[in-house]
C-alpha cells in the first residue's frame, strides 16, 4: 500500500505531501522550505522524482521549483498556467508513472483557480486517494475570489461541478487529501478543522457541495465570503516568477540602539514572546505577535508590504522558528534580530499592560465607563458579540486608528492571539489599553455580559 504522509503547517493551515512506495516518491504542494521534505524523504529511505503543484498558491510561496531542482525530480505545473521557468507541464487526464507501483493521474478542477489540478495516485489498480489542493477540502471546498470579484461566481459554479466531477471520477474509499482547508484563509465555508482525514464517500454525505443544489450552495457560498490575508496579492507572482530556496542563516544582531532607531523610524520590531511575557514587560513602540499563534499569517496581513522588520525573541530557536515562519510568505530579508529580555533591548523603562477576563470588564463596566473593541472579523461580530462594543477587525485596525473611541479601551477578539496584536499596536499610541486575555464563546456570556445574538442563542458551555 502507498505510504502517504502529510507534512504540516499549522500557522498557514496547509499540508504538503510526500508519497512513497518503500523506494521511489513524490511530493505534492511543497512548502518553501523544502529541508523537511528532504529530511523526511531520508528518514524514509526514499528518492523522489517527481513533484507536483495543485495549482499557483496565493497563500504561501511554493517550494516546489526549489525541490526539483535540489533533488532532480520531475516538476509538474499545469501547461496553462504562464510560469517563468522550465517545468513539465501537465493538463486534464495525463498519467505520470512514479514507479512500478504508483501513478499519478492529473484531474482538472478549477474554482480555486482557473488551472487548478487535482491528482489521484494509484497503487496499481486501485485509485488509493486524491490530492485535491483547493479544490474539495474537509466539509468545504476552497474559496473562489482569490483572482478578484469579477471572476468570483464563475469560479464558485466551477468549484461545484469540480466536486462533483471528484466524485465521480473516484471510489468512495479513495482519501482526500487537500492542501488547505486546516484554518487556512484559502477554504470557502467552515472546514472540520479537527478531522485528520476524509475519503470521497464521507466528503459525499457531509460536504454542502454534495447535500446542497447549486444555486444554493453558490449563493451560500458568495454569502459567507470574508477577509483575507493582505498578502495573498504578492504570491501568485512571485509563484510564477519561480522561487529559489530560501536563506534561513541567522539574521544580523540587533542592539539597543538599533532597535531604537527601528523603532523611531516606525519600521515594525516585532515580539516573539507569549502574550503573557509580552503584558508583563516590553519595550515601548513594538509590536507583540507570539510566536505561539499563526505569526506568519498576520505580519503578512498587518505589515506594510516590503517594511523593514526586526524580530524579538527570548532564544535564537524563537527567532529561527519566526524566519522559517516568515520566508514561507516570501519575507526574505529582516533588518536584524535581538535575544534574551526587554531589559537587554532597550535603555528606557519596560512598559507593562493589564490583562485581564471578560469576568473582569463585568465588573469594571458597572464602576467607569470603558469602551469595549472587537476586533474580530465582522463576520464573527455578527453572530455575537458584547453589547455596545466597537468593532474594527484587526486587518483594519492600522488604517482606522482614529475610529478607536478615546479613553480606556478593553481589547477582545476570540481567545486573545488577535487581541494581544491589537493592544500592543494601541498601547503605542499613548493610551490606557486592557487586553482581555479570555474564551470570547466559552466565557463571555457565562460573565454575565449582555451578548447580541441576532441570529442563534449563545452557547456558553
Given at each position: 500500500m502507498a505510504s502517504?504522509?502529510?507534512?504540516?503547517?499549522?500557522?498557514?493551515?496547509?499540508?504538503?505531501?510526500?508519497?512513497?512506495?518503500?523506494?521511489?516518491?513524490f511530493v505534492v504542494d511543497p512548502q518553501r522550505d523544502i529541508d523537511r521534505v528532504l529530511d523526511l524523504a531520508r528518514a524514509e529511505g526514499v528518492s523522489i522524482t517527481h513533484v507536483f503543484e495543485t495549482h499557483i498558491h496565493n497563500d504561501y510561496v511554493t517550494g516546489g521549483l526549489a525541490l526539483a531542482r535540489e533533488v532532480g525530480a520531475t516538476y509538474h505545473v499545469n501547461g496553462a498556467d504562464d510560469v517563468g521557468?522550465?517545468?513539465?507541464?501537465?493538463?486534464?487526464?495525463?498519467?505520470?508513472?512514479?514507479?512500478?507501483?504508483?501513478?499519478?493521474?492529473?484531474?482538472?478542477?478549477?474554482?480555486?483557480?482557473?488551472?487548478?489540478?487535482?491528482?489521484?495516485?494509484?497503487?496499481?489498480?486501485?485509485?488509493?486517494?486524491?490530492?485535491?489542493?483547493g479544490s474539495l477540502l474537509f466539509g468545504a471546498t476552497g474559496r473562489p475570489d482569490l483572482l478578484g470579484p469579477d471572476h468570483t461566481e464563475v469560479l464558485a459554479r466551477h468549484?461545484?461541478?469540480?466536486?462533483?466531477?471528484?466524485?465521480e471520477a473516484l471510489p468512495d474509499s479513495a482519501q482526500v487529501l487537500p492542501t488547505h482547508g486546516f484554518g487556512s484563509f484559502c477554504s470557502a465555508g467552515t472546514t472540520t478543522d479537527d478531522r485528520t482525514e476524509s475519503t470521497i464517500g464521507a466528503e459525499k454525505r457531509a460536504n454542502p457541495a454534495f447535500t446542497q443544489s447549486e444555486e444554493e450552495w453558490v449563493r451560500e457560498t458568495l454569502d459567507g465570503l470574508d477577509a483575507y490575508p493582505a498578502y495573498y496579492v504578492h504570491m501568485a507572482p512571485v509563484n510564477a516568477a519561480g522561487p529559489v530556496a530560501p536563506d534561513l542563516a541567522p539574521p544580523a544582531r540587533a542592539d539597543r540602539d538599533a532597535i531604537a532607531r527601528s523603532i523611531a523610524a516606525g519600521d515594525w520590531v516585532v515580539d516573539?514572546?507569549?502574550?503573557?511575557?509580552?503584558?508583563s514587560g516590553f519595550v515601548g513602540g513594538t509590536v507583540s505577535m507570539g510566536i505561539d499563534g499563526q505569526f506568519c499569517t498576520y505580519v503578512g496581513?498587518?505589515?506594510?508590504?516590503?517594511?523593514?522588520?526586526?524580530?524579538?525573541?527570548?532564544?535564537?530557536?524563537?527567532v529561527a522558528e519566526a524566519q522559517r515562519e516568515l520566508v514561507r510568505?516570501?519575507?526574505?530579508?529582516?533588518?536584524?534580530?535581538?535575544?534574551?529580555?526587554?531589559?537587554?533591548?532597550?535603555?528606557?523603562?519596560?512598559?507593562?499592560?493589564?490583562?485581564?477576563?471578560?469576568a473582569d470588564l463585568e465588573q469594571v463596566r458597572h464602576h467607569r465607563p470603558v469602551t469595549v473593541l472587537d476586533v474580530r472579523r465582522s463576520s464573527e461580530f455578527d453572530e455575537a458579540h458584547v453589547e455596545g462594543a466597537v468593532n474594527i477587525p484587526?486587518?483594519?485596525?492600522?488604517?482606522?486608528?482614529?475610529?478607536?473611541?478615546?479613553?480606556?479601551?478593553?481589547?477582545?477578539?476570540?481567545?486573545?492571539?488577535?487581541?494581544s496584536i491589537a493592544a500592543s499596536v494601541l498601547a503605542g499610541q499613548g493610551g490606557p489599553v486592557v487586553l482581555i486575555d479570555d474564551d470570547f464563546e466559552a466565557k463571555a456570556a457565562q460573565s454575565g455580559l449582555p451578548i447580541t445574538q441576532p441570529e442563534r442563542a449563545f452557547d456558553s458551555a
Open positions: 502517504i504522509i502529510p507534512i504540516e503547517t499549522p500557522s498557514l493551515g496547509d499540508r504538503s505531501y510526500l508519497v512513497h512506495d518503500g523506494t521511489t516518491a521557468y522550465d517545468r513539465s507541464a501537465i493538463s486534464d487526464g495525463d498519467v505520470v508513472p512514479v514507479s512500478d507501483r504508483l501513478s499519478v493521474r492529473a484531474i482538472a478542477t478549477p474554482g480555486h483557480t482557473f488551472t487548478h489540478l487535482s491528482y489521484a495516485v494509484h497503487d496499481g489498480e486501485d485509485a488509493v486517494g486524491v490530492f485535491t489542493g468549484q461545484y461541478a469540480s466536486a462533483h466531477r471528484l466524485v516573539l514572546r507569549s502574550r503573557t511575557a509580552f503584558t496581513w498587518l505589515m506594510p508590504w516590503g517594511t523593514p522588520l526586526t524580530l524579538l525573541g527570548e532564544s535564537r530557536e524563537q510568505i516570501g519575507v526574505d530579508q529582516l533588518a536584524g534580530a535581538a535575544t534574551g529580555s526587554p531589559t537587554e533591548w532597550t535603555d528606557s523603562p519596560l512598559r507593562t499592560q493589564e490583562r485581564a477576563g471578560f484587526i486587518h483594519e485596525l492600522l488604517d482606522r486608528l482614529r475610529d478607536v473611541p478615546s479613553g480606556e479601551v478593553w481589547v477582545h477578539c476570540a481567545t486573545g492571539y488577535r487581541a
